[in-house]
């Protein structure tokens, strides 16, 4: 049977139904915290089942009542006193009390001998936990007296009731030694009221009574009715069905087969004959009996189905049997079964009606079936029937149980539920199809809350027995295909079985949970379930509960009823009318006990009758419209509860909080009688803060309406419910994961509805120009003045021995005087000099201008032109189709030029060597093949510097060969290396080619194939992250520079030499690299000075001379001596240092080891480096990780926010800090460091102290007197930076040199905290500041992709977490009335990517951005060539370029070329910017434009606009991703090639913006990145307006307010109170807070309602979360250990995560000051302490208990809010110390420093990460599940390993508990050797 039903829709998840808010009553809270409210207000007697609660209560009314505790008692002092039966109880609640409280706890289980002891321990102790009798014994004996006593707690309070029992003599002494108004407070606590047993309600009444005589209390007995507690009272209904009548006869027929066959079993009598102790009749008899109690009970219809079931059951067990006689039995049963159903199909004639159908059940069913219509939905169905089969009982016959024929004589075992279904099905397929109702037309008027249709089914019917449940089911299913009018219904059966023991197959419960969870999502909507649902599973709310058997108890009643919980539900009872007297009796008990309980409550409450009589009167009040113009939108008395409740659902808390309103009651008189005032709290978390009082009213039902009614109006003013009254924001998007049924499924990328992927995404590539520089576009030469760079290559560290395999003479290019230079007509500004990567070793490339008024005629040009060509197409042979040479059209027109010394040194064009090259291009060669041609002179001056072409083989192509040595050893006659193939070379040319050699005598030349690879921008004996690769073998290395065989000899005679001499051959080679390198610097510089004339960060205009520092990626020159060898690094020592007195700037990224080291020195101290090899690494066990260590850093700490006066290397080096070294001319000081330039691993240490002896403090400041041509304007002035960002590393700066004197004034002198590197409050001068260097910028713009030696990555980490920092004080600071749902909300759209990629993209940065690696051959265009599209062979690919990345567009369209960097419009685009609609006309407007998100100023606004500014900003962020797709609508559609586009993804956009946040941070500090991330539009510095024009003026951000709420009457003494004790706190950390209520709102919970006077922790938990994170990274950022992109993030998430910051909470001892009133959340945070606390507070969170193998590994829960107060404690201090990171990190540091240090030797992994680096290919995590308790279970299945599963609260924990329980087993395995 299959039914479809379009017509109801699926429920929204849970948190967003209306029908689970209550609309006549305000939502009650949990009513354990209504049982401590009313202990708070009076002596209270509580009966709580749990031990747990009961200890919640004692424990919060213990911290409650502590005031008084604190003083000693002689000082009046007061004590409290816990009395328990049992000395375990004793011990566990100490402990516990220990746990939540910084109070002192004795536990006395034996009264002291010695009184003077008892004295002291209560003197010492504030709380007591005792048995009664020591405390009666301490009350006779006047040691502890009754005025002294502030709180009894008494367990079993009701054993008063016995004779001379404790509890009496201590009530007596208690109540007679005081006045009653200053006697202590008491809390009884019983769980015996109610037994099973209690049948007299008045019994019960009178011993309620006498309890509360006894203590003086009043009972709060009403929360044992658990429809109560919910404030629900559903309408019971008792239905009387007649006694069943055989209609039909079926049932006597039935009857007779299965009672005859029952009768035979019971009378046969028989020995067993085998000796297994099974009786072969248990399982006959068993299903026999069901049978029957199924026929009598529900009819004979389910009678045979339910016989039906157990004959595939049966069949299957029959299958395994081995025992014959067993087998006779089993037979003997089906034979019977057999005969049951075909009766029943023989007499069961029903011609599909229902009520025929209906006559083969019991009453019963019948009275059942029919209550289910009442719930029929308001559309109608049709049924479609198909036929049927009526032996259609296939299925049924082939479910593959694994049942053992054991199971089957335990009754919960005999059927698993997944062969139910398979079973017995209906004769004929149905399907329910929606009819369309005929006035369809008609609207219904709104109604906000009615959202959920109230007849919509939630059901559960409860049966005792697991096969009723089974039949019921399938009769309803069978009835539902038959009746039209019960189509809606979607039944399922849930029996629990195997839920509580779990030794059944995972099969059936498995099965049970799919059950539970559609039923949560409301695929099922009827549940017919045993009463294991009753209590402890988690069910939505029903409006039907049905007891198919009336209940035998009154918790049975009880809790069952307690099920409807949804509005205006039934409670259904059926009684047959042979049992309704008995039922009565028990009913009237149910009924007499439940109103003995409720007590008083139920007079106080009036009906709703009484309302209606005063609702036509004047007391009801106008409804509030909130739009005039749409009256139908209003709220009105009835419904603003619901509205009340409703907005407190959706305040952000979390899982185990539900905050409700607080209303109290006033009663006054007037003329017209009683009337009654309520007055209304909203949770402590609402923005709205003050209590509302409603009008008069004269019921209390009425007052509660009006009061709910007042604060609609007031909420929809204050901006919290919008004109629809909804909640504003959107906070349900930071609700737990938990809380959603949808969240279960990891949320990938999705793709949107076009299918692509969305906007911001790693899959949604998009197509973009490469970005030219704008000094090199259009930079034809002409024939007026031109302007001529040299291109200057030095070779700066020549490659070692070790790695020079051939053993070649090192070539330095400075060495030969001719090379090249670039002819332009624009000047190219001066870039950092950088280095390329030769055979020789590392040269350093730079553009220099010569001459900038070069005049040349048009004739000379195209000569250079033609040079330019011959260079890049014949030498380079890099001119291939689709390219083509053409000067004019192609946007670079530069040309390179050779350049040479004249006699005088001055460098001048060669021409010369132009006019030999034109020459050649006409020589004519040599014919070897002529055998009488002359005979060859050899030349040896000809050949030594030469590049020669073998004539005899590829005559089109010819290879070409450096002579790398002429062997005037060899010749011609001499022997072949391979003698056995040919005698002599002679021979061997004849041989192969035909050739005679006419010159025996010349000498051969060893020759070098020249460089096919022409991406030098990293070496080959180098991996990218900067470690040299293995070199060849001593015995291979030989080899090669001694076997012939090994090399490439060539006979000069048979060779060509080209026009190109080899030294210049070298330097063309490097041409590419050096033009690709120039192209991006230019950009970068570019961006720099776009950035800086619109943020004025940096200069515009550098001065004269000035050059930034030389491109390094920060390897030390050791790397290669690592290997031996040792590299002739510098030609001339004195050239040198004039060379870098020339390059002088403020920059941190040279090598130091340039300056002030020569060879020797690297040689003596070969030795100490190869054994003492990276002790930085070594001691931190991370391996070659490291990213190039200081190369990352290097490239993006340029302008240093370093002070460290050297660096410990990835090696063990000091590197020294170039920012000061290279400005110094004073060589002494870099001399007296290189001293100590190699550290071994134990002497970090003792070379601190060492450098203290030096003074080097003393020398720093010396230091600054040295520095010249530095960028400031005015040197004396000049501060340098350096002393403004201590570094990491050997050498710290003393507290007052940083600037920054510490801001904990009142800090207790115990308290050491460690010394802190960095300091994050300093600021840059950047009114004198240079800015970033462009090659911080380029690294920002490098993709890891691009396989260059740095990427973006790790300036991505910190400008990650700067970017969110910064977002996060912005909000925390501008919107001060904001909750944290609706902060996190704007934070998170803020930083998304799809906002970052949007911003960037503006920008221009995607066209600037390097996506892959330089394939110069593939992916480049050299100046001077264009593409030619109808070159292309094949079809040409075609890409769509989207309107705003159309840099080109004008280009593409007309082939005109436009210069976009002219002045009128410095974009970043590269010709003029297209403005349509969707730009924002602003984004280029320089300083002080207003760049909010969609253009609109943002103002400094005052708190009533808060709201409004809010929404604006909320809307527009919501619509980012199609605003995107709005801005991106143009496309035009263009060929696609490698050398002018690449394809980037969104993502990789976004990453670049974030990238340059952590290069403007670094390199400039904290104010420059907050003033460039302005600049892009991201909203973190608030604006004012400037006059009536438009410039606005940026702010810096204010610190808020004080958070304390000053309207609350003694808000300063509740401040006081609250914080009783938080002095230790406050010392343990070592900061005094000056405004001690942000230490208050630090540690209170959304549920501690107790704190009227201010806000809960949420939204410093928002704030503390940004700045831990930010800090914590910035110090791992700044190591000396220069961490790589990976390791970092690794380091990052290890440290900065709940866990740990819980586990760091607990051991500072955090918790014990936590104040919140949530069972839940208190049972999680003990399970945590009490396992934190055994474990001596291990951080690491790893567990370790054993499980067995089949078992679920349940992750112990970390809680979230101990993490969360972790954090907001940080918001707290930054906050109170007016926003100093400094001061929040000098009191985390200390707290975190263990951690850290541990982490950084070991990084931890997680689980699930950890796992899947061991398994990648065999581990997959299956789709979660939740349990029937509510939790969600994980599996990862391990191929060839096993399955483990966890369970846990939510996703998250539960795969984390997964991955733990494989690990566990894989590494058990690898053990013991099994893998």
């Given at each position: 049977m299959v039914r479809t039903e379009s017509g109801t829709a699926k429920r929204l998840p849970r948190h967003l139904?209306?029908?689970?808010?209550?609309s006549h009553t305000f939502t009650p809270r949990t009513y354990q915290v209504e049982l401590l409210d009313a202990a708070l207000q009076k002596n209270t007697i509580v009966c709580l089942g749990s031990s747990g609660g009961n200890t919640f209560l004692s424990v919060m009314l213990l911290k409650e009542?502590?005031?008084?505790?604190?003083?000693?008692?002689?000082?009046?002092?007061?004590?409290?006193?816990?009395?328990?039966?049992?000395?375990?109880?004793?011990?566990?609640?100490?402990?516990?009390?220990?746990?939540?409280?910084?109070?002192?706890?004795?536990?006395?289980?034996?009264?002291?001998?010695?009184?003077?002891?008892?004295?002291?321990?209560?003197?010492?102790?504030?709380?007591?936990?005792?048995?009664?009798?020591?405390?009666?014994?301490?009350?006779?004996?006047?040691?502890?007296?009754?005025?002294?006593?502030?709180?009894?707690?008494?367990?079993?309070?009701?054993?008063?009731?016995?004779?001379?029992?404790?509890?009496?003599?201590?009530?007596?002494?208690?109540?007679?030694?005081?006045?009653?108004?200053?006697?202590?407070?008491?809390?009884g606590l019983t769980s015996s009221f109610i037994s099973q047993k209690c049948q007299d309600p008045e019994e019960l009444g009178s011993i309620i009574t006498s309890l509360e005589d006894h203590y003086h209390a009043k009972a709060e007995t009403a929360t044992l009715v658990i429809a109560e507690r919910y404030g629900i009272r559903p309408k019971e209904y008792l239905t009387y069905c007649d006694n069943y009548e055989d209609m039909t006869g079926t049932l006597t027929l039935l009857d007779d087969v299965l009672s005859s066959a029952l009768e035979f079993l019971r009378d046969c009598n028989m020995e067993d004959e085998e000796d297994d102790n099974r009786d072969p009749k248990e399982i006959p008899i068993f299903v026999f009996t069901e049978c029957l109690h199924i026929l009598y009970t529900l009819g004979p219809w389910c009678a045979s189905c339910i016989a039906n079931m157990f004959i595939n059951q049966i069949e299957k067990v029959d299958k395994h049997e081995m025992v014959s006689i067993h087998k006779k039995f089993l037979k003997y049963c089906l034979t019977h079964l057999r005969i049951v159903t075909t009766l029943f199909e023989q007499n069961f004639t029903p011609n599909y009606d229902v009520e025929e159908l209906l006559q083969y059940s019991t009453p019963r069913v019948y009275q059942l079936v029919n209550h289910l219509r009442k719930y029929k939905p308001d559309y109608d169905f049709m049924i479609v029937s198909s036929g049927g089969d009526m032996e259609g009982d296939e299925e049924g016959q082939n479910g593959d149980s694994e049942e053992e024929e054991s199971e089957m004589s335990d009754d919960s075992e005999i059927i698993s539920d997944e062969e139910t279904d398979r079973s017995y099905k209906g004769n004929i397929l149905h399907i329910a199809v929606k009819k369309e109702p005929e006035n369809e037309n008609q609207i219904k008027p709104l109604d906000p809350l009615n959202l959920d249709n109230e007849k919509y089914l939630c059901g559960i019917i409860f049966v005792d027995h697991r096969y009723v449940a089974l039949a019921i089911n399938k009769f309803l299913e069978e009835v539902c295909s038959w009746d039209e009018n019960l189509c809606f219904v979607k039944s399922q059966h849930l029996t629990g079985q195997g839920l509580k023991d779990r030794k059944s197959k995972k099969g059936v419960w498995k099965k049970q949970e799919d059950v539970l969870r559609k039923f949560r999502l409301q695929d099922l909507n009827l549940l017919i379930s045993t009463t294991v649902l009753e209590d402890g599973i988690d069910v939505p709310k029903c409006n039907l509960i049905v007891k198919f058997d009336p209940p035998r108890s009154y918790k049975s009643y009880s809790q069952s009823k307690g099920r409807a919980r949804a509005r205006d539900s039934e409670y259904l009872i059926l009684v047959e009318e042979n049992k309704k007297d008995t039922f009565m009796k028990d009913y009237s008990v149910f009924k007499g006990i439940e109103s003995v309980l409720i007590g008083k409550k139920i007079d106080?409450?009036?009906?709703?009758?009484?309302?209606?009589?005063?609702?036509?009167?004047?007391?009801v009040l106008p409804s509030y419209l909130p739009n005039a113009g749409n009256p139908q939108i209003c709220v009105t008395m009835n419904t603003a509860i619901a509205f009340v409740n409703r907005y407190c659902a959706k305040l952000p808390s979390d899982a185990f909080t539900h905050l409700t309103p607080k209303c109290t009651m006033q009663e006054t008189c007037s003329e017209e009688g009683k009337l009654y005032v309520a007055t209304l709290s909203l949770p402590i978390n609402s923005p709205y803060k003050h209590p509302v009082q409603g009008e008069p009213m004269p019921t209390k039902n009425l007052a509660k309406k009006a009061v709910a009614l007042k604060l609609c109006e007031c909420l929809h003013k204050a901006g919290e419910l919008d004109d629809q009254l909804n909640p504003v924001g959107k906070e349900v998007f930071s609700m737990e994961e938990e809380e959603e049924e949808e969240d279960l499924l990891e949320m990938e990328d999705g793709e949107d509805f076009s299918g692509e992927g969305r906007p911001g995404t790693t899959k949604r590539k998009q197509y973009y120009f490469k970005k030219l520089a704008g000094s090199l576009l259009q930079s034809h030469p002409t024939t007026e003045e031109c302007m001529l760079y040299n291109v200057t290559l030095q070779l700066s560290k020549a490659i070692s021995d070790e790695q020079n395999t051939r053993g070649r003479k090192i070539c330095a290019p400075e060495d030969t005087l001719r090379g090249f230079g670039i002819l332009t007509s624009k000047p190219i500004p001066q870039v950092p000099t950088f280095p390329v990567y030769?055979?020789?070793?590392?040269?350093?490339?730079?553009?220099?201008?010569?001459?900038?008024?070069?005049?040349?005629?048009?004739?000379?040009?195209?000569?250079?032109?033609?040079?330019?060509?011959?260079?890049?197409?014949?030498?380079?042979?890099?001119?291939?189709?689709?390219?083509?040479?053409?000067?004019?059209?192609?946007?670079?027109?530069?040309?390179?030029v050779?350049?040479?010394?004249?006699?005088?040194?001055?460098?001048?064009?060669?021409?010369?060597?132009?006019?030999?090259?034109?020459?050649?291009k006409s020589h004519i060669r040599r014919n070897i093949y002529d055998s009488k041609r002359e005979e060859f002179v050899f030349l040896k001056e000809e050949y030594e510097d030469a590049v020669v072409m073998p004539s005899y083989r590829n005559v089109d192509q010819p290879q070409h060969f450096y002579v790398a040595e002429i062997r005037s050893d060899l010749n011609p006659s001499s022997p072949f290396p391979s003698p056995e193939l040919y005698k002599t070379f002679c021979a061997y040319y004849t041989t192969k080619y035909g050739l005679t050699i006419t010159n025996q005598d010349q000498p051969l030349l060893d020759v070098d194939h020249t460089s096919a690879r022409l991406n030098l921008l990293t070496p080959r004996y180098m991996n990218q992250k900067g470690v040299a690769l293995p070199t060849s073998s001593a015995e291979t290395k030989k080899a090669r520079r001694e076997n012939l065989q090994q090399k490439q000899i060539l006979v000069p005679e048979l060779c060509e030499i080209h026009v190109f001499p080899a030294s210049l051959w070298r330097k063309a080679v490097c041409l590419p690299t050096i033009l690709y390198r120039l192209n991006y610097l230019l950009v970068a510089d570019e961006i720099r000075l776009k950035i800086a004339g619109g943020t004025g960060i940096g200069l515009v205009k550098l001065e004269e001379g000035f050059r930034f520092q030389p491109l390094d990626f920060g390897f030390d020159p050791k790397i290669e001596e690592e290997n031996g060898g040792s590299a002739n690094l510098m030609n001339d020592n004195e050239e040198h240092d004039e060379s870098i007195n020339k390059s002088i700037n403020g920059c941190d990224s040279g090598r130091a080891s340039h300056i002030s080291c020569d060879n020797n020195s690297f040689t003596s101290e070969e030795d100490a480096c190869d054994t003492k090899k990276a002790s930085c690494d070594r001691e931190q066990n991370i391996s070659v990780a490291f990213q190039n260590d200081k190369a990352a850093n290097n490239v993006c700490d340029i302008q240093s926010n370093k002070s460290d006066h050297s660096k410990c290397g990835k090696n063990g080096f000091l590197k020294h800090d170039d920012e000061w070294v290279e400005t110094l001319q004073d060589q002494s000081i870099s001399k007296k460091l290189d001293k100590v330039h190699v550290i071994s691993e134990k002497s970090l240490n003792e070379m601190t102290a060492e450098l203290n002896e030096m003074k080097m403090t003393a020398e720093l400041n010396e230091m600054n007197t040295h520095v010249t041509n530095s960028p400031s304007k005015n040197n004396q002035n000049y501060e340098p930076i350096f002393t403004d960002f201590p570094d990491v590393g050997v050498f710290k700066l003393q507290e007052k040199q940083c600037g920054?004197?510490?801001?904990?004034?009142?800090?207790?002198?115990?308290?050491?905290?460690?010394?802190?590197?960095?300091?994050?409050?300093?600021?840059?001068?950047?009114?004198?500041?240079?800015?970033?260097?462009?090659?911080?910028?380029?690294?920002?713009?490098?993709?890891?992709?691009?396989?260059?030696?740095?990427?973006?990555?790790?300036?991505?980490?910190?400008?990650?977490?700067?970017?969110?920092?910064?977002?996060?004080?912005?909000?925390?600071?501008t919107y001060p009335g904001i909750h944290e749902g609706k902060l996190s909300y704007l934070r998170s759209k803020q930083v998304s990517n799809c906002n970052l990629y949007r911003l960037g993209k503006r920008k221009g940065f995607a066209e600037c951005m390097i996506s892959t690696k330089f394939e110069p051959y593939e992916n480049w265009l050299p100046p001077g060539y264009i593409i030619n599209d109808e070159k292309r062979k094949g079809p040409v690919p075609k890409v769509l370029l989207i309107r705003n990345n159309l840099g080109q567009l004008e280009k593409v369209k007309e082939a005109s070329i436009f210069d976009a960097f002219c002045q009128e419009?410095?974009?970043?685009?590269?010709?003029?910017?297209?403005?349509?609609?969707?730009?924002?006309?602003?984004?280029?407007?320089?300083?002080?434009?207003?760049?909010?998100?969609?253009?609109?100023?943002?103002?400094?606004?005052?708190?009533?606009?808060?709201?409004?500014?809010f929404e604006e900003q909320l809307e527009e962020l919501e619509t980012l991703p199609e605003r995107v797709r709005q801005e991106e609508k143009d496309q035009v559609v263009i060929p696609y090639n490698l050398q002018t586009l690449h394809s980037i993804p969104d993502k990789s956009i976004a990453d670049c913006v974030e990238s340059l946040i952590g290069c403007y941070l670094t390199s400039c500090g904290k104010k420059a990145a907050l003033k460039f991330m302005h600049w892009l539009g991201l909203k973190v510095l608030p604006q004012v307006k400037k006059g009536r024009n438009e410039n606005t003026e940026l702010l810096s951000l204010q610190c808020p307010e004080s958070p304390i709420l000053a309207h609350v009457p003694g808000y300063d003494r509740i401040l006081c109170r609250l914080l009783e004790g938080y002095s230790t706190l406050e010392q343990k950390i070592g900061y005094e807070f000056k405004d001690k209520s942000y230490l208050l709102q630090a540690f209170t919970h959304a549920s501690y309602h107790y704190n009227t006077v201010t806000d809960c922790y949420q939204r410093l938990e928002f704030l503390g979360d940004a700045i831990l994170d930010y800090v914590i990274t910035r110090h791992l950022y700044e190591d000396s250990c220069k961490y790589s992109p990976g390791v970092l993030t690794d380091l990052r998430s290890a440290l900065v995560n709940n866990n740990i910051f819980a586990a760091l909470a607990v051991k500072w001892d955090f918790h014990k000051y936590f104040k919140a009133i949530s069972p839940p959340l208190f049972g999680v945070i003990e399970k945590f302490v009490a396992r934190q606390k055994e474990r001596e507070d291990e951080i690491d969170l790893s567990d370790d208990e054993g499980e067995g193998e089949d078992e679920e590994h349940v992750e112990l829960e970390v809680p979230k809010a101990l993490g969360d107060i972790f954090e907001s404690l940080a918001g707290a201090i930054y906050l109170d110390s007016g926003m100093s990171l400094d001061t929040v990190w000098k009191v985390y540091y200390?707290?975190?420093?263990?951690?850290?240090?541990?982490?950084?030797?070991?990084?931890?992994?997680?689980?699930?990460?950890?796992?899947?680096?061991?398994?990648?290919?065999?581990?997959?995590f299956e789709k979660p599940e939740r349990t029937l308790e509510g939790k969600i279970r994980v599996s990862v299945n391990v191929v060839t390993k096993g399955v483990f599963t966890g369970v846990g609260r939510n996703y998250r924990i539960a795969k984390s508990a997964a991955a733990k329980k494989a690990l566990r087993s894989i590494k058990a395995m690898q053990a013991g050797g099994l893998i």
């Amino acid at each position: 049977m299959v039914r479809t039903e379009s017509g109801t829709a699926k429920r929204l998840p849970r948190h967003l139904r209306n029908e689970d808010i209550p609309s006549h009553t305000f939502t009650p809270r949990t009513y354990q915290v209504e049982l401590l409210d009313a202990a708070l207000q009076k002596n209270t007697i509580v009966c709580l089942g749990s031990s747990g609660g009961n200890t919640f209560l004692s424990v919060m009314l213990l911290k409650e009542f502590s005031t008084e505790l604190r003083k000693q008692l002689q000082n009046e002092g007061k004590r409290s006193v816990v009395c328990l039966s049992s000395d375990d109880r004793i011990q566990e609640m100490c402990q516990v009390i220990k746990h939540h409280s910084d109070l002192n706890v004795i536990s006395l289980p034996e009264a002291l001998e010695e009184e003077s002891d008892s004295k002291t321990l209560l003197n010492d102790h504030q709380i007591l936990v005792t048995k009664p009798s020591v405390f009666s014994d301490l009350l006779l004996k006047n040691i502890l007296l009754p005025g002294q006593i502030s709180l009894v707690i008494l367990e079993n309070c009701h054993l008063v009731l016995q004779q001379d029992h404790p509890y009496q003599s201590i009530m007596k002494i208690i109540h007679s030694g005081v006045p009653k108004d200053h006697s202590c407070r008491i809390l009884g606590l019983t769980s015996s009221f109610i037994s099973q047993k209690c049948q007299d309600p008045e019994e019960l009444g009178s011993i309620i009574t006498s309890l509360e005589d006894h203590y003086h209390a009043k009972a709060e007995t009403a929360t044992l009715v658990i429809a109560e507690r919910y404030g629900i009272r559903p309408k019971e209904y008792l239905t009387y069905c007649d006694n069943y009548e055989d209609m039909t006869g079926t049932l006597t027929l039935l009857d007779d087969v299965l009672s005859s066959a029952l009768e035979f079993l019971r009378d046969c009598n028989m020995e067993d004959e085998e000796d297994d102790n099974r009786d072969p009749k248990e399982i006959p008899i068993f299903v026999f009996t069901e049978c029957l109690h199924i026929l009598y009970t529900l009819g004979p219809w389910c009678a045979s189905c339910i016989a039906n079931m157990f004959i595939n059951q049966i069949e299957k067990v029959d299958k395994h049997e081995m025992v014959s006689i067993h087998k006779k039995f089993l037979k003997y049963c089906l034979t019977h079964l057999r005969i049951v159903t075909t009766l029943f199909e023989q007499n069961f004639t029903p011609n599909y009606d229902v009520e025929e159908l209906l006559q083969y059940s019991t009453p019963r069913v019948y009275q059942l079936v029919n209550h289910l219509r009442k719930y029929k939905p308001d559309y109608d169905f049709m049924i479609v029937s198909s036929g049927g089969d009526m032996e259609g009982d296939e299925e049924g016959q082939n479910g593959d149980s694994e049942e053992e024929e054991s199971e089957m004589s335990d009754d919960s075992e005999i059927i698993s539920d997944e062969e139910t279904d398979r079973s017995y099905k209906g004769n004929i397929l149905h399907i329910a199809v929606k009819k369309e109702p005929e006035n369809e037309n008609q609207i219904k008027p709104l109604d906000p809350l009615n959202l959920d249709n109230e007849k919509y089914l939630c059901g559960i019917i409860f049966v005792d027995h697991r096969y009723v449940a089974l039949a019921i089911n399938k009769f309803l299913e069978e009835v539902c295909s038959w009746d039209e009018n019960l189509c809606f219904v979607k039944s399922q059966h849930l029996t629990g079985q195997g839920l509580k023991d779990r030794k059944s197959k995972k099969g059936v419960w498995k099965k049970q949970e799919d059950v539970l969870r559609k039923f949560r999502l409301q695929d099922l909507n009827l549940l017919i379930s045993t009463t294991v649902l009753e209590d402890g599973i988690d069910v939505p709310k029903c409006n039907l509960i049905v007891k198919f058997d009336p209940p035998r108890s009154y918790k049975s009643y009880s809790q069952s009823k307690g099920r409807a919980r949804a509005r205006d539900s039934e409670y259904l009872i059926l009684v047959e009318e042979n049992k309704k007297d008995t039922f009565m009796k028990d009913y009237s008990v149910f009924k007499g006990i439940e109103s003995v309980l409720i007590g008083k409550k139920i007079d106080d409450e009036e009906s709703d009758v009484e309302d209606c009589l005063y609702e036509n009167g004047s007391s009801v009040l106008p409804s509030y419209l909130p739009n005039a113009g749409n009256p139908q939108i209003c709220v009105t008395m009835n419904t603003a509860i619901a509205f009340v409740n409703r907005y407190c659902a959706k305040l952000p808390s979390d899982a185990f909080t539900h905050l409700t309103p607080k209303c109290t009651m006033q009663e006054t008189c007037s003329e017209e009688g009683k009337l009654y005032v309520a007055t209304l709290s909203l949770p402590i978390n609402s923005p709205y803060k003050h209590p509302v009082q409603g009008e008069p009213m004269p019921t209390k039902n009425l007052a509660k309406k009006a009061v709910a009614l007042k604060l609609c109006e007031c909420l929809h003013k204050a901006g919290e419910l919008d004109d629809q009254l909804n909640p504003v924001g959107k906070e349900v998007f930071s609700m737990e994961e938990e809380e959603e049924e949808e969240d279960l499924l990891e949320m990938e990328d999705g793709e949107d509805f076009s299918g692509e992927g969305r906007p911001g995404t790693t899959k949604r590539k998009q197509y973009y120009f490469k970005k030219l520089a704008g000094s090199l576009l259009q930079s034809h030469p002409t024939t007026e003045e031109c302007m001529l760079y040299n291109v200057t290559l030095q070779l700066s560290k020549a490659i070692s021995d070790e790695q020079n395999t051939r053993g070649r003479k090192i070539c330095a290019p400075e060495d030969t005087l001719r090379g090249f230079g670039i002819l332009t007509s624009k000047p190219i500004p001066q870039v950092p000099t950088f280095p390329v990567y030769t055979r020789s070793g590392e040269v350093n490339a730079s553009i220099d201008l010569l001459n900038c008024n070069v005049s040349l005629s048009s004739e000379e040009l195209r000569r250079l032109r033609e040079f330019h060509r011959f260079t890049f197409t014949n030498v380079l042979r890099l001119e291939k189709d689709p390219m083509e040479f053409c000067s004019e059209k192609s946007e670079l027109g530069y040309l390179i030029v050779p350049l040479n010394k004249d006699g005088e040194g001055n460098v001048i064009l060669d021409w010369g060597f132009i006019k030999k090259v034109e020459d050649s291009k006409s020589h004519i060669r040599r014919n070897i093949y002529d055998s009488k041609r002359e005979e060859f002179v050899f030349l040896k001056e000809e050949y030594e510097d030469a590049v020669v072409m073998p004539s005899y083989r590829n005559v089109d192509q010819p290879q070409h060969f450096y002579v790398a040595e002429i062997r005037s050893d060899l010749n011609p006659s001499s022997p072949f290396p391979s003698p056995e193939l040919y005698k002599t070379f002679c021979a061997y040319y004849t041989t192969k080619y035909g050739l005679t050699i006419t010159n025996q005598d010349q000498p051969l030349l060893d020759v070098d194939h020249t460089s096919a690879r022409l991406n030098l921008l990293t070496p080959r004996y180098m991996n990218q992250k900067g470690v040299a690769l293995p070199t060849s073998s001593a015995e291979t290395k030989k080899a090669r520079r001694e076997n012939l065989q090994q090399k490439q000899i060539l006979v000069p005679e048979l060779c060509e030499i080209h026009v190109f001499p080899a030294s210049l051959w070298r330097k063309a080679v490097c041409l590419p690299t050096i033009l690709y390198r120039l192209n991006y610097l230019l950009v970068a510089d570019e961006i720099r000075l776009k950035i800086a004339g619109g943020t004025g960060i940096g200069l515009v205009k550098l001065e004269e001379g000035f050059r930034f520092q030389p491109l390094d990626f920060g390897f030390d020159p050791k790397i290669e001596e690592e290997n031996g060898g040792s590299a002739n690094l510098m030609n001339d020592n004195e050239e040198h240092d004039e060379s870098i007195n020339k390059s002088i700037n403020g920059c941190d990224s040279g090598r130091a080891s340039h300056i002030s080291c020569d060879n020797n020195s690297f040689t003596s101290e070969e030795d100490a480096c190869d054994t003492k090899k990276a002790s930085c690494d070594r001691e931190q066990n991370i391996s070659v990780a490291f990213q190039n260590d200081k190369a990352a850093n290097n490239v993006c700490d340029i302008q240093s926010n370093k002070s460290d006066h050297s660096k410990c290397g990835k090696n063990g080096f000091l590197k020294h800090d170039d920012e000061w070294v290279e400005t110094l001319q004073d060589q002494s000081i870099s001399k007296k460091l290189d001293k100590v330039h190699v550290i071994s691993e134990k002497s970090l240490n003792e070379m601190t102290a060492e450098l203290n002896e030096m003074k080097m403090t003393a020398e720093l400041n010396e230091m600054n007197t040295h520095v010249t041509n530095s960028p400031s304007k005015n040197n004396q002035n000049y501060e340098p930076i350096f002393t403004d960002f201590p570094d990491v590393g050997v050498f710290k700066l003393q507290e007052k040199q940083c600037g920054h004197s510490s801001k904990i004034e009142d800090t207790k002198e115990d308290v050491k905290f460690p010394e802190l590197s960095i300091s994050l409050d300093q600021e840059v001068d950047l009114s004198t500041f240079v800015g970033p260097s462009p090659c911080t910028i380029l690294q920002a713009l490098t993709m890891s992709n691009a396989n260059d030696f740095f990427s973006l990555e790790r300036l991505e980490t910190i400008g990650d977490s700067f970017l969110k920092y910064a977002i996060t004080v912005y909000l925390y600071c501008t919107y001060p009335g904001i909750h944290e749902g609706k902060l996190s909300y704007l934070r998170s759209k803020q930083v998304s990517n799809c906002n970052l990629y949007r911003l960037g993209k503006r920008k221009g940065f995607a066209e600037c951005m390097i996506s892959t690696k330089f394939e110069p051959y593939e992916n480049w265009l050299p100046p001077g060539y264009i593409i030619n599209d109808e070159k292309r062979k094949g079809p040409v690919p075609k890409v769509l370029l989207i309107r705003n990345n159309l840099g080109q567009l004008e280009k593409v369209k007309e082939a005109s070329i436009f210069d976009a960097f002219c002045q009128e419009n410095a974009s970043l685009n590269w010709i003029p910017k297209i403005v349509d609609a969707t730009d924002d006309p602003s984004s280029d407007t320089g300083e002080g434009r207003g760049c909010s998100l969609n253009g609109r100023r943002l103002e400094v606004q005052n708190s009533n606009e808060d709201h409004e500014d809010f929404e604006e900003q909320l809307e527009e962020l919501e619509t980012l991703p199609e605003r995107v797709r709005q801005e991106e609508k143009d496309q035009v559609v263009i060929p696609y090639n490698l050398q002018t586009l690449h394809s980037i993804p969104d993502k990789s956009i976004a990453d670049c913006v974030e990238s340059l946040i952590g290069c403007y941070l670094t390199s400039c500090g904290k104010k420059a990145a907050l003033k460039f991330m302005h600049w892009l539009g991201l909203k973190v510095l608030p604006q004012v307006k400037k006059g009536r024009n438009e410039n606005t003026e940026l702010l810096s951000l204010q610190c808020p307010e004080s958070p304390i709420l000053a309207h609350v009457p003694g808000y300063d003494r509740i401040l006081c109170r609250l914080l009783e004790g938080y002095s230790t706190l406050e010392q343990k950390i070592g900061y005094e807070f000056k405004d001690k209520s942000y230490l208050l709102q630090a540690f209170t919970h959304a549920s501690y309602h107790y704190n009227t006077v201010t806000d809960c922790y949420q939204r410093l938990e928002f704030l503390g979360d940004a700045i831990l994170d930010y800090v914590i990274t910035r110090h791992l950022y700044e190591d000396s250990c220069k961490y790589s992109p990976g390791v970092l993030t690794d380091l990052r998430s290890a440290l900065v995560n709940n866990n740990i910051f819980a586990a760091l909470a607990v051991k500072w001892d955090f918790h014990k000051y936590f104040k919140a009133i949530s069972p839940p959340l208190f049972g999680v945070i003990e399970k945590f302490v009490a396992r934190q606390k055994e474990r001596e507070d291990e951080i690491d969170l790893s567990d370790d208990e054993g499980e067995g193998e089949d078992e679920e590994h349940v992750e112990l829960e970390v809680p979230k809010a101990l993490g969360d107060i972790f954090e907001s404690l940080a918001g707290a201090i930054y906050l109170d110390s007016g926003m100093s990171l400094d001061t929040v990190w000098k009191v985390y540091y200390r707290i975190m420093k263990p951690q850290i240090d541990k982490y950084l030797k070991s990084i931890p992994k997680s689980p699930v990460r950890e796992l899947l680096e061991m398994e990648p290919e065999t581990a997959k995590f299956e789709k979660p599940e939740r349990t029937l308790e509510g939790k969600i279970r994980v599996s990862v299945n391990v191929v060839t390993k096993g399955v483990f599963t966890g369970v846990g609260r939510n996703y998250r924990i539960a795969k984390s508990a997964a991955a733990k329980k494989a690990l566990r087993s894989i590494k058990a395995m690898q053990a013991g050797g099994l893998i």
